[in-house]
């Protein structure tokens, strides 16, 4: 398989291929949009060209609506109901009534279409835990234009000079951990009086995962509110917890196991004088069973674990080390994706392109596992930005309803995106550390501060 003049697989690939492909169609038919809001019979911007289009801009970084209109231009026999400005070639290359689409489409159009295909990848992904699935949970933020809707749905932080620029929208984010998929995000204003917090958002959050499943969160969730959501929705928790918060519980535990670099501790989790003021709602009794874990993974690194799992020490560290896998998953949303630009001037049409970020990143991690198990190596060793590249131009760039087009084209893409391998450099460990934030504008020159006219020498001679 190193040239594409090698397209001849065994009979065993040949299915795996085909079982991709069937997959891949599936998670990308957007014909059911089109009964959820349908359009007369002379419209070419149905609710499924809509999605289509948000999903092809998402996934070649914020392409400007020209962009967009043309490449349909370009496949509207393949993608648009039967018309006659399709059949005569006359479909206009102006973005006005793609703008106008856009806005038309209901938030509940995208969001149907972002469970959808969130669902239909979970279930290829085998459980992680004792036939239960496994979500992350971590929160960031995303810095919007700065318009005036935007500017009052989320406001810009502020300090003793007064209000900045940029809309700022804080989102929590679920990821399933086998599959990588990312769950419908919640989003509400980091600042101003409507400000909520990234444990408010988690524990909406919670309401849509499944009942049975583990909630696995940094030191930010671990804390008696987040757990209690988990229980309240017949989930399970492992939840990491800062030091002194760990220590006040230890205190009222019961040491039950230890060994060599771990001890664990039973208590009878209730909450807090300070957490009933920040959650008044709490019933009377309210109280969880739970494991403290104390687990010293080397010199540098303790986890302190709460959990109403039975899973030993060790296996909490082991699984939870796993966190790790959704800080690279966060950044291809907003950086490989360019999610952190969306440029919409709406907060509706701002969930619109959010929820089709996430189908467009999900569409290329599924992608990346296709390929990956065709390379047999884990998901993780194919490099995203590759793949992305590979799923753009190879699948997104040119659409075709015929299958034996659509399958052959397929199967290149694959071939590429399993050469997509990360370099394997054994022993590199490097610290986690934060991306440098890029300017907004192209125009934003640093400030200078005035000179102090105390301090500056005259240079009239003597």
């Given amino acids: 398989m190193d040239g594409l003049s090698d397209v001849s697989v065994s009979l ?6 085909d079982q991709a492909f069937e997959l891949l169609l599936k998670l990308v038919d957007l014909r059911r949009a089109d009964e959820i809001m349908p359009l007369g019979p002379a419209a070419v911007y149905t609710a499924s060209v809509v999605l289509w289009l948000l999903v092809y801009q998402r996934l070649n970084r914020s392409a400007p609506l020209q962009t967009a209109v043309k490449h349909l231009v370009e496949t509207a026999s393949e993608l648009c109901p039967d018309n006659k400005r399709i059949r005569e070639n006359r479909l206009s290359s102006r973005t006005g009534t793609y703008s106008d689409a856009r806005q038309r489409l209901t938030p509940e159009v995208a969001e149907w279409f972002a469970i959808e295909v969130s669902q239909s990848i979970i279930a290829t992904a085998p459980p992680t835990l004792g036939g239960r699935r496994v979500f992350v949970i971590d929160g960031t933020t995303i810095t919007l234009a700065p318009e005036r809707a935007l500017r009052v749905a989320f406001p810009p932080a502020s300090n003793q000079f007064g209000e900045g620029v940029w809309p700022v929208a804080l989102l929590a984010v679920a990821h399933e951990l086998e599959s990588g998929c990312a769950m419908l995000p919640e989003v509400g204003p980091m600042y101003g009086p ?5 444990v408010e958002l988690a524990q909406a959050c919670l309401m849509r995962l499944p009942a049975d499943s583990i909630i696995l969160g940094d030191a930010n969730f671990g804390i008696f509110s987040v757990a209690w959501g988990a229980v309240r929705n017949q989930q399970s928790f492992l939840l990491r917890m800062t030091e002194p918060r760990f220590d006040s519980l230890r205190k009222r535990a019961t040491c039950v196991e230890q060994g060599e670099g ?17 959650n008044p709602d709490f019933p009377t009794g309210a109280a969880i069973e739970a494991l403290l874990h104390e687990v010293v993974v080397h010199e540098n690194l303790t986890l302190w674990l ?3 799992l039975a899973e030993s020490a060790a296996l909490s560290a082991a699984l939870y080390q796993r966190r790790g896998e959704v800080e690279t998953d966060i950044r291809n949303i907003k950086v490989v994706l360019d999610t952190e630009n969306i440029r919409a001037r709406s907060e509706a049409m701002f969930r619109k392109e959010l929820l089709t970020s996430m189908v467009a990143y999900n569409l290329v991690v599924q992608f990346r596992r296709q390929a990956a198990e065709l390379a047999r190596v884990p998901p993780k060793r194919l490099s995203f930005t590759g793949v992305w590249n590979t799923y753009r131009i190879f699948l997104m760039n040119k659409f075709s309803t015929d299958p034996a087009v659509w399958r052959s084209r397929f199967r290149i893409a694959l071939h590429y995106a399993m050469r997509d391998k990360l370099p394997n450099r054994p022993g590199r460990n490097f610290e986690r550390s934060t991306y440098k934030k890029g300017q907004k504008s192209a125009h934003f020159k640093k400030r200078e501060k005035p000179p102090n006219p105390d301090k500056i020498q005259s240079r009239t001679p003597k």
């Fill in 12 to 17: 065993e690939q040949n299915a795996e291929f």
């Fill in 194 to 198: 409507q400000a909520v917090s990234e």
């Fill in 262 to 278: 771990w001890r664990t501790w039973s208590l009878k989790w209730i909450p807090s004088a300070a957490d009933r003021r920040s």
């Fill in 306 to 308: 709460v959990t109403n």
